[in-house]
Each structure stands twice: as structure tokens, then as C-alpha cells.
């Protein structure tokens, strides 16, 4: 991250300001997500502004990301885990229009990756800083629709809902959790959504020394996990939480640990399982090709 | 020794209603007092208020802890009240509905103060919910079924079930076998006047059933518009009334 | 050997430009201009103003051929732009008692000062299809002019205020009131975000509720005292100046709406007010957004809270059609990730049923 103001990269939309907000509008972003990393897990309201893309495709995301944004970053588009789909491709053009900064598609190179429901498989380095698309930021919605009851939750620390959740789950499915956007602790005071990624990317939520910033656009929330914090999925000491991926190797690199997409191959229950995270199943491929 | 409870000089209005009107009242550590009454009388909101529930207009609660430090319940801040109510406390419901939490298995009702307490192993607290369900008499078999499964008198005892397993000092009780069958009630009393005396718990309960309170009480409080008109061993207040309106009700009764 | 799924650059092109080619339609017909949009499809422009909260109708009009007329669609786009543009200092409060009026009727009261004035409305037509208008006609003949009275109109409410019947509002701070577009809602919501949220709200969304409302759910006996229709000027007070000066006029259409109130034990009985405000002319929205904010009155008025409309969560976030539209679209998102550990926990647990399925059969056996 490096200060943005009012610099203009030489190819960018000339009609709009750098990262098309205004600098007080990114002022605002930022003071905002100061106050979320001092605070971890904790959600902050924010005058989210409307964007050239419609809510629900990242648009807390992409404010974040064009409040932080420097003229020497790099940035990572993924959604899904994959640079390639639509929506990623969406972000990163409306960024090279409107910031004209460096893009890629290595997770190494990267300076900020902006993700919908994906953390990459490659670990993340100090100094890099996650952007997640957060769709609902409040981990108690389905127990407790009201924002000011859950609010008053939060502020009294009270989980047991959320805990007896769990315990049903257990109790009904033999297991506990749910398979994506499961509840985390954040530095062993607040619950957290970890927005809807896969519960096989929890655990790189802990102790991570990149920053982690989420941003949810229609309900105007942001909230962060600082490098180097503790992040815990809410589970039972007997019930652990358990990550869980499709039990294959990737057709196209071999991997046996990353994320898997399953995909269907005809119409009489063919299947084959790959890399959700495209940027690592090329890295695989390649020190494949080098060893041989 | 000193009481575990005592309300000083309430006073609560309700427009013209004086539903409180400095009323005092203790008590002691095991003890279990009845509070009866017409409605109207002032009984419930009494219970309310000395419960935290709600908000007196003059005097204070004090609630002595197991350390022997005097909490005013009324000035506590909202977290310290609610892990007072969860950790030393319970309240039982006239209705089980309002004490229960009808979306959630028997088990996860029982297991949530539990965890709100902190609990974070399922078998234990499965373990828990499954001797808590017998201890109340209900089939341990059943508790992952929800509360609608169950009948009234059975949502009570789970109710009871809920509140005492995270083994409180203090339950408070309001109507807790109104509108159940009489013979239901029978059994849910002499249920209540078991686990009290083996846990040696302190109960406040409301009730206008003079033969509850004569079954379960060691003492009797009349109310009358908002104001305590007689008050004294269960025994005494019954067998030899001496506020006229305490024989009008003792009276009814025996009439009945 | 497999090859991941690529091209989404290429892919997004393509259904670009297909869009485009789509929204240009047959172009052996001539094309039609955002000047013919704004004139002929006036009210379409007067809603995509409303709900895209920017007064601009020549804006609106070319956001409305560029979302080949989805309107929602059309508020957006306004929205993104209006939300790039500088921002002045804020109007004075608009005086619709002064509004140069084009429509203004009551339903309390069968005269008063200034009259009835129908104006330009379909409430009279009969809805048969005028298949002239499928033929190009010739210019309609306009109506007869007659002279403007130039009697004052006020406004029906602050007769009732007159006699004291209307319940006053509260009186507001100086401050100045909160604005939607910067700061997020909080809850309960006060009256002026309310306003704000209800006045830039889906028009169908709030149609339903005010119904709602009337069936019902909520309880209302609403009166429309006065909806009155027409151009009111937009004055700035700039810093320098220090006296109000005219930016020019813009059309609003404004629904005054009472409804009686029990009273309580210190205000006697009276007549509460719903208030409707939308840019453009917009009737509907107008009256219903105004029984809708009488409906969220009732946790002020201390009356019983129970149906959908008096509920500020519920109404006030689930009224914005740009960012409900946006939730409920994407759910055209790829979700796979998602997915694929749902399909993994639906395995894992199906296996665990059928597996205390089958000890059961072994036990009985």
C-alpha cells in the first residue's frame, strides 16, 4: 500500500479520479478499516457508496480494494479460487481502467488479492493484503435476524446461540458446521463471518501474517483480521472442526491437498476433480514439467 | 448470616396503578417463600422486579453472592446481569414457551446454559442434558426431540431442567403449574419439592394456589394492591390468618 | 487431458457486444433518442429519477435506453454516475406550499382554497387499449387553456394543523439532517433517514407494504388530505453569498396522508401524518411511501408493533431495489466452491445416515 492521491497512471479513464473514488471518500474506507484492524473481527459500519457494479458481485470488496490501492501495487483478482472466471475478470479490467495498476495472476507477485470465496492455497507472505467479498458480514444472521439484537450479542460477547447451532447440527447430521462461511473467533473475543469460503480455508485465517481485510458493500460493514491473529472455527473440543475437500487428486497437477472443483464430464455421472485455485495447479504443472 | 436476597422499599406505578407500593422483602439461603395473592395483586411484577426483570421506581434489589458480596441487581451493567441470571440464577415461566426456546432439541435447551457458561464438550454436555432429563423424570431417550413433542407439564420439568443444570442458588418461579391438569400439577410439585430440598436451593414462586404454597413453602407472603398485608411461616399464615383478606383467601380454599 | 475452463476476457467481450447489438434491436427502424425517451415516456423517466435519487431528466432518459427500458436496471446506472459527481452545499428545504401546481387534489375535503385542479392523470380514462396510438397520429388537440387563478394553494394539512387537530411534529435540531447516501442506518431509524430511504425505495415494494398496510397489517384508516403534483424551486444559500439564490425548478409530486390516533394518556386524540415526497411525477410511489412512513410511526406513537410495515429493519433494508436487485442476482455467481463442500458435507453425513440406517435393520434382525 502506497499513498494514492491524485496520481494518475499514464493509460487510465481520464474522466475518473485514481481507483475511481474520490480521495475523501477513501479517506473515509480508510479510517474505517483502521478502526476494523485495531478492533479484530469486530464489524464496522461505513457510508458504503454505490459502485459502477451491482451489489452482491464484490461490491465492499472493490471499495476496500480502491481505498488501499497504490500506483506500485499489484493486483490479484479471484473469485472461486480462479482468475479466469467472469467476475474476477470484471474487477481486474475495471481496475486496470480506472487505477491502471500492474495486475496478475501469481499469488507470489501479488501486493493486495481481492477474493470471492476463496484464500489461495499458496501461504501468504508479510506485507501481502487479502480483500474478501463479504455478501453477509453478520455471523448471527440466521439465529437472530435483528441487527440491534445481534449488535447487543457481540457487545456482550454472548456466542451461546451460535454454539447451540453447532450443538444441533452435531446432534441432527452426526457432525457439526456448516460447509462454508463457518463462524470463527477472532483474537478470542469476536464472532466472525469468514465470508462464504469454504470451511477448508478457515484454518489459513490463523495466525496468517498477511492482513486480512473483508468488505460488504449492501450492508455496509467492514471488518479485518490483522496479521498474526488468532482465528479459531467454532467447534467442540470432543466435535473438532474439520475441514473437508473432496477426497481426490487433481487430474491436471496431482495435487492431493489442494481445494477441488468437481466437474462434470457427460451426462452419465462422469466426474473429475481439479484445482479450485488455477494459479497454484499451474505452479504444480510446471515443477511437474521441470522435474521430468 | 445474611439474606441472598432482598428487596428494600420497592415502589412501581403503572399510571394510577400502585402495583408496588414500598414493599420490602428477604430471603435466606435454602429458603423458599411463596408469594400469593389475587391478580392484580402485585405478585408478578414483584417477582419481576426483585428477578431483574424489570425496573423498580424506588428502592433496590440486593443479591448476595456465594462470596458473600452484595450486588445491586438494578445497577449491575446489562453483562454482569446476564451472567448473574445464567450462572446464580433461574427463572421458570409460567408458560414454556417464554423459558424455552421451541426451535431447539431438548437436549441443545437444556446443554445452552451450558455453553453459555462456557461449556465446550459435546459428550459432557450430552451427558448432562441426559441426567438433568431424568432427573426431572423425563425419558433421556427423547432429547433431541423438539418441545412441541412434549406436553405441558413435561415442557415445565424440561424448563426446570434447563435452569438448574448449570446449578443456580437462586430460582424464581411464576405460576409454574398454572394451566396444567390438577393431577399434572400434583406431580410437578412434588417433583419441584424434591430437587429444592436435595439441592438446598433458595425459591421465590409466585402463585394464587394456596395449596401450592402450602405444599412447597416454609414461608408465606400475601400481597394486596402492591402492598405485603401478612407475611409468615406457611403453617401460621394458613392455619391462623390474621389479616382479614388472608382469611377471605384462606377461606376461598377451603371452601372450594 | 483436462483443460481448465478459460476465456472469461474473451467471453465478456462477446456478450458485450451482443448486448449491444440486442438493445439496438431491427435497425431498419429508426433509432430512438434519449430526447424522445424523456418526452414520450415521461413517467418512466420520473420513476428511474426517483429511485436512482438524481433529478435529471435527460440523464435518466439515456439511462433508460441504455438499460433498453429495465428500469431498475436504469436506476442503477444513475446511481453509479450521480455518485461520482461533486457535491454542492444543500438545498434549501423545497416549499411545495409554493409549488407552481399542475395537479392537486384532496379526498377530505370537496373544496378549499385554491380547488381541485385534476390535471394530467389516468385516474378517469378508461383502460381500453387506443390502438390510434399504433398508427402515427397526428399531434393530439391540446386542452383549452383556462386563466391560472393565482390563488394561493395551501396545503390541506396545515388547515387541519389550524385547528388543531393535526398531531405537530417534533421540532428538529439545527443540524443538519442526516444524509443516506454517506452515513449507514442505524436502528431504529430516525424519521428523516426514514424519509430518505422510503423516498429513493422501490416503488413496488412500497405499494405492497402501503396495501399491506390497509388490509390489515398495520392498522390503518388513511385519508389522502392532499396530493398535489407540480414544480417547486430548488434554492442553494452559497457560503459567499449569504442569500438564498435559485439553481431553477424541478418537478416533485408530494402525498399528505392523515390517519387518526387514540391518543394517549397525555396527547389527546388526533390525526397523525404519512408523508409521501418523489421526484417527477409518481403518484403511486408518492402515496405509498407515505402510508408506509405513518406505518413506521408506530413504535414512536407507542402504538403496538405487529405487521411488516411498522418493522424499520424490515422495511427500510429490504426497500432499496439496487441493492436487492444486486443480491439476488448474483446469485448467478459461480458458487462452486461453496457448493462442492456442500456436496462433500451432504456425502459425509448421507453416509453416516445410511450407516445408523443399516445398524438399525442389523440390530432388529
Avoid at chain 3, 112 to 138: C, I, K, N, S
Wanted: contains cysteine; glycine residues 8%; negative net charge.
Amino acid at each position: 500500500m502506497t499513498a494514492s492521491a491524485h496520481m494518475q497512471a499514464p493509460d487510465t479513464d481520464p474522466g475518473y479520479n485514481f481507483a475511481y473514488l474520490d480521495e475523501a471518500t477513501k479517506r473515509m474506507i480508510r479510517r474505517t478499516l483502521l478502526k476494523a484492524i485495531a478492533i479484530p473481527g469486530h464489524q464496522i459500519p461505513f457510508g458504503a457508496r454505490e459502485m459502477p457494479l451491482p451489489y452482491g458481485w464484490g461490491t465492499g470488496g472493490i471499495q476496500v480494494t480502491a481505498s488501499i490501492l497504490g500506483p506500485d501495487d499489484t493486483l490479484k483478482v479471484i473469485d472461486q479460487g480462479a482468475d479466469d472466471t467472469t467476475n474476477a475478470v470484471s474487477i481486474r479490467r475495471f481496475f486496470h481502467r480506472v487505477a491502471g495498476v500492474r495486475t496478475t495472476t501469481r499469488t507470489a507477485e501479488a501486493t493486495i488479492i481481492q477474493t470471492r470465496h476463496r484464500i489461495p492455497e499458496r501461504p501468504l507472505t508479510e506485507g501481502q493484503v487479502m480483500v474478501f467479498q463479504v455478501p453477509m458480514p453478520e455471523p448471527l444472521f440466521k439465529l437472530e435476524p435483528r441487527l440491534a439484537e445481534t449488535r447487543r450479542l457481540h457487545a456482550l460477547g454472548d456466542y451461546s446461540l451460535a454454539q447451540v447451532k453447532l450443538y444441533e447440527d452435531i446432534a441432527r447430521q452426526g457432525e457439526g458446521g456448516s460447509s462454508y462461511s463457518h463462524p470463527v473467533m477472532v483474537n478470542h473475543r469476536y464472532l466472525m463471518s469468514p465470508s462464504p469460503i469454504p470451511g477448508f480455508d478457515n484454518p489459513k485465517l490463523h495466525m496468517s501474517p498477511a492482513l486480512m481485510l473483508f468488505g460488504a458493500g449492501r450492508e455496509k460493514k467492514i471488518y479485518a483480521v490483522p496479521p498474526y491473529t488468532s482465528v479459531v472455527s467454532l467447534d467442540f473440543d470432543d466435535h473438532p472442526f474439520r475441514p473437508v475437500r473432496a477426497p481426490h487428486a487433481c487430474a491436471a497437477c496431482g495435487s492431493t491437498t489442494s481445494y477441488l472443483d468437481e466437474i462434470v464430464t457427460d451426462d452419465r455421472g462422469g466426474r473429475m476433480f481439479v484445482c479450485s485455485d488455477t494459479d497454484h495447479c499451474a505452479e504444480n504443472q510446471m515443477a511437474r514439467k521441470a522435474a521430468e | 448470616m445474611s439474606p441472598i436476597l432482598e428487596g428494600q422499599d420497592l415502589a412501581l406505578r403503572f399510571g394510577a396503578v400502585r402495583a408496588l407500593d414500598d414493599v420490602s422483602l428477604s430471603l435466606w439461603p435454602g429458603e423458599v417463600v411463596a408469594i400469593v395473592g389475587e391478580s392484580g395483586s402485585g405478585k408478578s411484577t414483584l417477582l419481576r422486579v426483585l428477578a431483574g426483570l424489570m425496573e423498580p421506581q424506588a428502592g433496590r434489589v440486593l443479591y448476595h453472592d456465594a462470596e458473600g458480596a452484595a450486588q445491586d441487581v438494578h445497577a449491575l451493567r446489562e453483562a454482569e446481569r446476564r451472567t448473574l441470571m445464567r450462572r446464580d440464577w433461574g427463572f421458570v415461566h409460567q408458560n414454556a414457551r417464554d423459558g424455552l426456546r421451541m426451535g431447539v432439541s431438548a437436549g441443545g435447551n437444556i446443554g445452552e446454559r451450558l455453553m453459555a457458561a462456557g461449556g465446550r464438550h459435546y459428550g459432557n454436555i450430552r451427558a448432562a442434558a441426559a441426567e438433568w432429563m431424568s432427573r426431572v423424570e423425563m425419558d433421556p431417550a427423547r432429547m433431541d426431540e423438539a418441545p412441541r413433542n412434549f406436553s405441558g407439564g413435561m415442557q415445565q420439568r424440561l424448563q426446570i431442567a434447563r435452569c438448574l443444570v448449570t446449578r443456580p442458588r437462586l430460582v424464581f418461579m411464576d405460576e409454574p403449574t398454572g394451566g396444567l391438569d390438577v393431577s399434572v400439577q400434583a406431580r410437578l410439585l412434588d417433583l419441584i419439592r424434591s430437587l429444592v430440598a436435595e439441592l438446598g436451593l433458595a425459591v421465590l414462586f409466585v402463585t394464587h394456589d394456596i395449596a401450592a404454597a402450602r405444599l412447597l413453602a416454609h414461608r408465606i407472603v400475601v400481597m394486596r394492591h402492591g402492598r405485603i398485608v401478612e407475611e409468615g411461616l406457611a403453617d401460621r399464615v394458613l392455619d391462623d390468618p390474621r389479616h382479614p383478606y388472608t382469611q377471605l383467601l384462606v377461606a376461598s380454599v377451603l371452601a372450594a | 487431458m483436462y483443460v481448465a475452463v478459460k476465456g472469461g476476457d474473451a467471453a465478456i467481450a462477446a456478450a458485450h457486444a451482443w448486448l449491444a447489438e440486442q438493445r439496438r434491436g431491427d435497425t431498419a427502424l429508426p433509432e430512438l433518442s434519449a430526447a424522445q425517451v424523456a418526452e414520450q415516456l415521461g413517467l418512466a423517466v420520473d420513476r428511474v429519477m426517483a429511485e436512482g435519487s438524481c433529478h435529471d431528466r435527460e440523464l435518466a432518459a439515456l439511462a433508460i435506453k441504455q438499460a433498453r427500458g429495465d428500469l431498475i436496471e436504469a436506476a442503477f446506472l444513475l446511481r453509479a454516475y450521480r455518485n461520482t459527481l461533486t457535491r454542492f452545499p444543500a438545498a434549501e428545504p423545497v416549499d411545495t406550499g409554493a409549488m407552481r401546481v399542475r395537479r392537486r387534489i384532496s379526498a377530505t375535503y370537496k373544496d378549499m382554497p385554491g380547488g381541485q385542479v385534476l390535471g394530467p392523470t389516468f385516474d378517469y380514462t378508461h383502460r381500453l387499449l387506443d390502438f390510434a396510438l399504433l398508427a402515427e397520429g397526428e399531434a393530439p388537440t391540446p386542452p383549452e387553456e383556462s386563466e391560472a387563478t393565482g390563488a394561493p394553494m395551501p396545503r390541506v394539512s396545515d388547515i387541519l394543523a389550524q385547528e388543531g387537530l393535526m398531531r405537530r411534529e417534533p421540532p428538529g435540531d439545527d443540524a443538519p439532517p442526516p444524509d443516506l447516501t454517506r452515513d449507514p442506518l442505524p436502528f431504529p431509524a430516525p424519521r428523516a433517514l426514514r424519509l430518505q430511504s422510503l423516498a429513493r425505495g422501490d416503488e413496488g415494494f412500497l405499494l405492497g407494504l402501503g396495501y399491506s398496510t390497509q388490509r390489515g397489517y398495520g392498522n390503518a384508516h388513511p385519508f389522502v388530505a392532499e396530493l398535489r403534483m407540480g414544480e417547486v424551486e430548488v434554492l442553494i444559500t452559497p457560503p459567499e453569498l449569504g442569500f438564498p439564490i435559485s439553481l431553477g425548478e424541478i418537478t416533485v409530486t408530494e402525498c399528505q396522508m392523515v390517519n387518526q390516533f387514540a391518543g394517549q394518556a397525555d396527547t389527546p386524540p388526533q390525526f397523525t401524518r404519512g408523508y409521501g415526497l418523489s421526484l417527477g411525477h409518481s403518484e403511486r410511489k408518492a402515496m405509498a411511501m407515505a402510508l408506509v412512513d405513518r406505518a413506521l410511526m408506530a413504535r414512536d406513537l407507542g402504538e403496538e408493533v405487529t405487521a411488516p410495515a411498522q418493522d424499520h429493519e424490515f422495511v427500510l433494508l429490504h426497500a432499496d431495489n439496487v441493492e436487492a436487485t444486486g443480491f439476488v442476482e448474483h446469485l448467478k455467481l459461480p458458487h462452486h466452491v461453496d457448493f462442492q463442500s456442500e456436496l462433500e458435507k451432504l456425502r459425509s453425513i448421507r453416509a453416516r445416515w445410511e450407516a445408523a440406517r443399516n445398524g438399525v435393520a442389523e440390530a432388529a434382525e
